[in-house]
Structures are given as C-alpha cells and as structure tokens.
C-alpha cells in the first residue's frame, strides 16, 4: 500500500470539538509517516474582524478559542495598544493588575484542563477526575473576577471593563490556598509514579533542534529546553514586576511537557496571589481611548499552549484594515509530524495531545497499515490502545492482579 | 554586539527603509529577490525564530510581512516585501529551509493567492479543496 493512498474518515460535523484530521502511516505497530488535515471549523474571523469596529473585536477573538478566550482578546488590545505607545504607558495601574489576574487564571484552568485528559488517554481516570474537580474553583473564580466563567468580555483598548471588588479579595486568596494542595497531590501522583514514568519517558520526544526548525512555542517548546517566555521576553500587564520563574526541562518527551505544565501551575497561583496583594486599592481601570491613528501594530502574550500573535493595521478610520493571527497551537501541531513519526500507534494519541492542542482532534484518526490491509480506527479505538499499553506496564510492575 | 547592529552588518545594503517604531518592534524593507538569503541569515545565523508571516491586499501592490522574533530580548523584526505586480503576485518560498513555514505559506497562498515558488506541497490547508480557483478570500472585493 502506497502513500498516496487518502482513506476518508467521517463525520466532519462543525459542531464537533476542535475537529482536526490525523491520517496515520503504519508498518506493523510504527508510524512512518503522518498526514495531518485542519481547516473544518475555520470561520474567517481575519475577515470578519475588518469589518468590525475596533471596540467590538475583542468580543470577536474572545470567541476564537473557549479555553484561552483571554489570550486573544489580550494580544489585540496589546497590538492596538503598541499603535497608540504601548501597554505601560496608557493602561491604568488597577487594569494591568487586573489584567495578569485573568491571564494566569486562565493558564491554571486550561493546564488542569490538559492534566485532566492526559490522564484519561493513559488510563487514569482518577487523575482524570481530581483535575477536573479542581478545575471548578477556577471558574468560580473566574466568576468572581469577571461575571463569566467563560468568553469573559474583559478586555478593551485601554483598559479592562470590570473592576475587582475589595470584598472579593479575601475570598479569592482563599480560593488560591486551597488550590496548592490540589496541585501538589498532582505533582506526588505523577511524579512518583513509577508505572506513568515508564510510560511517558522517552515517548514522543521532540528534539531542540526539531524545536528551532518547526518554530514550536510555548510548554511544548520549554520542555525541550528552549527558554522562551513571553512573560519574561517582552512582559506585558505586571509580569516584570513580580517574582516568578520560567520552568525548563530538557528531555523533551511527554513526562517533561507534563512536569513543565503541573510547576507552572506553582508559578501561577503564586503570580496571581502577588498580583492581589500588590494591587491599588483604588484608581481607574480604563484610559478611555476613543481615536486609533493610522500605523501597525504587534502584540503576543504568553497564552497557555504559548505565544499567541496578533498584527494590526489601521488607516485612521474606526476600522482595522488587517488583522493577522496566529495561534500558537498553529505551529505547535505541525510539529507532530516529527514528534509522531517513529513511535507505535498506542502512543500517537498521547504524542498528538501532548502539544495540548485542545483535545479531541484525535476523533477521527485513519490508521492505514503499510505492508497489510487497510484498518480503520476511530479516537476510542485509540484511547483504548493507549489505555491497554499502560495496563501492561503496570501489570509489568506490579504483577497481574489475581 | 546588539542584534540591531548584527542585523544591520550582516545584511548591509539589502536593508532598505530601516524604521524602529516603537522601542521593541523593528520594520524593514527587502527586495523580494533577496528573500531566501535574508532568511538564511535571519534563521540560521542569527538564530531568529519566525512567528509568521501576514500578507496585506494593498490598493496598489500586496505587502508580505516576515515577522521574526529574538527571544532572548523580545524583540520582533519584521521584514517587508512588496509585490508590484498585482495581477500574477510571487515569491520564493522559505520552506526548504525552514519547515516551520510550510503552513504558513500554505495559508498566505490559499488566502491571498499570492504562489510561493518552491513550496513542495502548495495545497489547501484551511479552505476545503473544491473550494473555486481565483477565488482568495482575503482579497479586497471591488
């Protein structure tokens, strides 16, 4: 069986989750080649966005993703911004707090997120649930801070569109206490484990070198020990003014990406904790911009999965002329074409949520068998597999329950 | 050495219209003949990662926009071509030596109609396959 060979799999429903479409090459167990197909959800929201007043795109790049809906919006008010003399300079004191509150709540959410489904794929289901269950809290918080628990209308040029009440204070650090202890009990559960060790390590490496050509940002990136972070790079809201750091690894398999994601976790509960206490009591939380003048503009932030990029062109009128962006999951799903390729089909799964590209791309996965006959499987069929092979190791170590 | 000067020794006089905007963004112009070798010096030499690439339908010309960012100072350097000819728009492509930028290209081909030339598989990425030929979303509509 040749290359050529394109098995359709179906349904492409727009309603599905994040449909994307991985064609696997196999030789008996091994992946030798990868086709990966997107564009099913594509909404042309570059397009839509010129014909929106710049007060109502954020509205609209909020709804790109809903799991880092602040990250969007964030990047276009900082593009807007870096026009008008950028972020530090108009941005009143209270907003930029505010600001990086919201940022890091959302990396807590959408890595607990991550944890949760990487434990599911293995086999975990407990780990599946407690992520999950911490999850919550986030949202409420959220809630608190924002009025939503998702798509949070926050952000605009400018400033930010809701203050934080003083009585929310206490009850959000709270909130924050008892989220450590729920990471830690991560932190113990996969860390220590022998039998997740064995099955992560060394699975679905992707090499630094490989890192620098695909261009691969963000946990993805800093697991293979490329020390990049837009947060320290070129900081926006208050990163530079608090004390936090960037979490490496080196390996570059999926036991790093996951150590990279759950210290992060740390790093931000405690950004967040330091961004409540340093904060002004009062003050305004909006400049009030009401002109954008002609020019171009580039603002990134560090969203969760990595540098989310978005360029901006005005002419003067209450439109933006361009507007490009660029998802960091853009570039980190590419990369899965070396990352995959080499490994046995019950860990392309796992090798493709790696990236944390907002899961369940894997639903519709074509495994087509090189030198044998043609099988198809679908994204259970697959958990499955990954599922048993953890099953194995386990009995491997532990002995076969009687 | 700064970047800024590393760039500007590097690549002398293919630099033209040297602009610093604001304090971390950098805007240049190249020659769109001069796109591969500006790469190669960007990419590998000074180790510049692409972010990506965001192409403008102008009234009288397209603009391609190269957007490279140096990590360690967070700085983004972006590199402006500009295509004359309105009609039949191309550019090398740099996915040959930067396979980063295959879907990139792939999306700025599909979306603009502007041909990468070189690009070893120049097909849809985004817009479903029997989507019309000389059909570019991105373009300005009279």
Known sequence: ?402 | MDMRDRIKESLQDKIKDWQEKYIKRVYFSIDKKDIFEVTQVLFRGLELRLITISATDMPDYFEIIYHFSNDPAGEIYSVRVTLADKLKPEIQSITPLLPAAEWIERETWEMLGINFKGHPNLKKLLLNEDWPENDYPLRNKK
């Open chain 1, 1 to 402: 069986m040749s290359h050529k060979i394109i098995v359709p799999i179906g349904p492409y429903h727009p309603l599905q989750e994040e449909p994307e479409y991985f064609q696997l090459y196999v030789e008996g167990e091994k992946v030798v080649d990868i086709d990966i197909i997107i564009g099913y959800n594509h909404r042309g929201i570059e397009k839509l966005s010129e014909s929106k007043h710049f007060d109502q795109v954020p509205f609209l790049v909020e709804r790109i993703c809903g799991i880092c809906s602040s990250s969007h919006p964030y990047a276009y008010c900082l593009a807007v911004e870096n026009i008008l003399g950028g972020e530090a300079n108009i941005v009143p004191e209270k907003a930029l707090y505010i600001r990086t509150i919201i940022d890091e709540l959302q990396r807590i959410h959408s890595h607990l997120l991550w944890l949760g489904l990487a434990g599911h794929f293995i086999g975990y289901n407990t780990v599946w649930m407690w992520a999950w269950k911490y999850r919550e809290p986030v949202l409420d918080m959220f809630e608190m801070v924002t009025g939503n628990r998702n798509n949070y209308a926050m952000f605009k040029v400018g400033g930010v569109r809701r203050d934080l009440k003083d009585e929310d204070i206490p009850i959000l650090k709270k909130m924050l206490d008892e989220l450590s202890p729920g990471v830690d009990l991560f932190r113990g559960a996969i860390m220590d484990d022998p039998v997740i060790k064995m099955r992560l390590k060394g699975v679905g490496v992707l090499t630094r070198q490989q890192v620098v050509d695909w261009c691969v940002v963000g946990p993805t990136a800093r697991a293979s020990g490329v020390n990049m972070d837009i947060r320290r790079d070129e900081p926006y809201g208050v990163s530079d003014r608090l004390d936090w750091k960037v979490i490496l690894e080196k390996d570059g398999d999926i036991f790093c990406k996951t150590i990279v994601r759950i210290l992060e976790l740390y790093e931000s509960i405690s950004i967040i904790r330091q961004s409540l206490n340093k904060m002004p009591k009062d003050g305004p939380i909006d400049a009030g911009v009401k002109d954008i003048p002609a020019g171009e503009g580039i603002g990134r932030v560090e969203a969760p999965r990595g540098e989310c990029f978005h360029y901006i062109k005005s002419d003067g009128t209450n439109r933006p002329v361009r507007h490009k962006i660029r998802s960091p999951s853009f570039m980190n799903v590419a990369s899965d074409k070396v990352s995959a390729v080499g490994g046995t089909i019950s860990d392309a799964t796992l090798t493709l949520a790696a990236v944390d590209p907002c899961y369940c791309c894997t639903e519709r996965v074509a495994v087509i068998n090189k030198t044998d006959k043609c099988k198809v499987m679908n994204g259970w069929d697959l958990i499955k597999l990954s599922q048993e092979k953890t099953l194995k190791l386990k009995e491997g170590y532990y002995g076969r329950p009687e």
